[in-house]
């Protein structure tokens, strides 16, 4: 439980618990005067009625009574001046009605008249008694000072110069302070407006906590111009946390939140950003320059241009994309996409004729064998026909769309498929090579030892 300290002539004026004293009259010979006055509300009649004008009510003819040149020296005194601007409440109205000494008695006198102002240990000995000091963290701040935004007295210049309790110095305090906010918002009103809170929280306006801080000008005159230069959270360290904040997001949106807005989210959730951070600010309505992200490997034009990134796995896409999200856009027979619809009924020609290089996007070992062995349209143990479109004479007219376009046979034979007919070592050895064949060239690749074993003229490779 928050601990109250009753502070009576010493003012809290914001920011992170500076502190300013009233004016005081320490030249006034209390102790000379003791006898002469009954109660001390013989001048300062505004202690029991709170009213601040009336602390020190006593004018300068009461002094005159005595101080007339003959009864005693005469005094130069104008009277009380203005009080100064506090953010103090008023303590003396509803405080209990102690002996004036018990908060202003000089320690090791007994004496009446025999005062000082009071000061923050005589407070704390009643109302916080295990605290360290007056600036100790549980401490009720509000119980003494009214929220900063009432003080309106105080300026821009003594606000700028406020001193930080020492809790708010600890490492740990940027990344614990919303929970004792939450918990006790009005003590941190004493020092904070809004403005102070909307130079880090992107998402302030969704802060009850926050929303509870009024608007304060000067505040906002002191905030204005400065950035945000944010600490990394620890969770932001882990390996490729890019791709592994999503447990993270799912156990606690809100503290994403503070940051990140619903584009950032965007930036990968193209489709469901707005059911993933619903509740998140969107960049428009966020004050601070917000954060944004770049996904590795993404190029600006990625949505279109991902193919070749696809086929060969860099960066790797299953570690964020399930093959729905794939299909969502290449399904063939739904909407249009890459592909026109139904393509995947007839995209048998435009492979053969070597329209689209479906390489960049697929791979033909894989993606095509895949798809045909399902379907029944990949060869088995038997050379078939199938997929040739029933082509007569099929095994015999196969060379020259062999030739061709080897990629489209590839889909679906490897090259012991071939070598069953065309080994120069085993099988029917039949030459696959046309009258244009150029040999060299072939050698210069290392490619002929696959179906000779060993190059021409008997060289091993």
């Given amino acids: 439980?928050?601990?109250?300290?009753?502070?009576?002539?010493?003012?809290?004026?914001?920011?992170?618990?500076?502190?300013?004293?009233l004016p005081r009259q320490e030249s006034f010979p209390h102790a000379r005067h003791q006898g002469l006055f009954p109660t001390c509300t013989a001048c300062h009649a505004g202690i029991e009625s709170g009213d601040a004008s009336q602390f020190v009510s006593v004018q300068p003819a009461t002094c005159q009574a005595c101080h007339d040149g003959q009864t005693a020296p005469r005094v130069s005194w104008d009277g009380p001046g203005e009080p100064e601007a506090t953010n103090r409440r008023s303590v003396h109205p509803g405080h209990p009605q102690l002996p004036c000494g018990t908060c202003h008695q000089v320690p090791g006198t007994s004496e009446e008249m025999q005062v000082r102002a009071a000061s923050f240990d005589n407070?704390?000995?009643?109302?916080?008694?295990?605290?360290?000091?007056h600036r100790d963290e549980d401490n009720d701040c509000y119980q003494c000072h009214l929220p900063l935004t009432e003080a309106t007295g105080i300026t821009t210049a003594q606000i700028a110069a406020f001193t930080r309790p020492p809790s708010h110095s600890t490492p740990e305090f940027i990344s614990t302070h919303g929970a004792t906010a939450n918990e006790d918002v009005m003590s941190c009103s004493v020092c904070h407006a809004r403005e102070n809170c909307e130079l880090c929280h992107v998402n302030a306006e969704n802060v009850p906590a926050i929303m509870a801080l009024g608007t304060d000008p000067?505040?906002?005159?002191?905030?204005?111009?400065?950035?945000?230069?944010?600490?990394?959270?620890?969770?932001?360290?882990?390996?490729?946390?890019?791709?592994?904040?999503?447990?993270a997001m799912a156990?606690?949106?809100?503290?994403?939140?503070?940051?990140?807005?619903?584009?950032?989210?965007?930036?990968?959730?193209?489709?469901?950003?707005?059911?993933?951070?619903?509740?998140?600010?969107?960049?428009?309505?966020?004050?601070?320059?917000?954060?944004?992200?770049?996904?590795?490997?993404?190029?600006?034009?990625?949505?279109?241009?991902?193919?070749?990134?696809?086929?060969?796995?860099?960066?790797?896409?299953?570690?964020?994309?399930?093959?729905?999200?794939?299909?969502?856009?290449?399904?063939?027979?739904?909407?249009?996409?890459?592909?026109?619809?139904?393509?995947?009924?007839?995209?048998?020609?435009?492979?053969?004729?070597?329209?689209?290089?479906?390489?960049?996007?697929?791979?033909?070992?894989?993606?095509?064998?895949?798809?045909?062995?399902?379907?029944g349209f990949a060869v088995a143990d038997q050379t078939g026909a199938a997929f040739h479109d029933a082509t007569p004479d099929w095994f015999m007219a196969h060379g020259k769309a062999a030739r061709q376009g080897l990629d489209g046979c590839a889909s679906c034979h490897s090259q012991t498929s071939c070598l069953r007919c065309h080994?120069?070592?085993?099988?029917?050895?039949?030459?696959?090579?046309?009258?244009?064949?150029?040999?060299?060239?072939?050698?210069?690749?290392?490619?002929?030892?696959?179906?000779?074993?060993?190059?021409?003229?008997?060289?091993?490779?």
């Fill in 251 to 375: 156990e606690s949106s809100t503290s994403c939140a503070v940051c990140h807005t619903q584009e950032v989210c965007s930036t990968c959730h193209v489709d469901t950003y707005e059911m993933i951070a619903g509740d998140f600010t969107t960049a428009a309505a966020a004050t601070p320059e917000d954060l944004s992200i770049t996904i590795p490997g993404h190029s600006p034009n990625f949505a279109v241009a991902h193919g070749q990134a696809a086929v060969s796995a860099t960066p790797k896409c299953s570690a964020c994309h399930f093959e729905s999200y794939c299909v969502d856009c290449h399904d063939g027979s739904g909407r249009p996409s890459f592909h026109p619809t139904d393509f995947v009924q007839r995209h048998g020609a435009e492979v053969a004729a070597q329209l689209q290089t479906c390489s960049e996007c697929h791979s033909n070992e894989v993606f095509c064998r895949d798809c045909h062995s399902t379907q």
């Fill in 1 to 21: 439980m928050k601990r109250a300290i009753l502070i009576v002539t010493v003012v809290l004026v914001g920011g992170a618990s500076a502190l300013l004293s």
């Fill in 218 to 247: 000067r505040v906002a005159s002191l905030m204005e111009g400065k950035t945000w230069d944010p600490p990394i959270p620890g969770s932001h360290y882990v390996d490729e946390w890019d791709f592994a904040h999503g447990p």
């Fill in 123 to 133: 407070c704390m000995v009643c109302h916080a008694p295990g605290a360290e000091g």
């Fill in 423 to 461: 080994s120069a070592v085993e099988g029917f050895r039949i030459n696959p090579h046309g009258p244009d064949f150029d040999a060299d060239a072939e050698l210069a690749k290392g490619s002929c030892t696959i179906c000779h074993g060993t190059a021409p003229g008997g060289e091993s490779h």
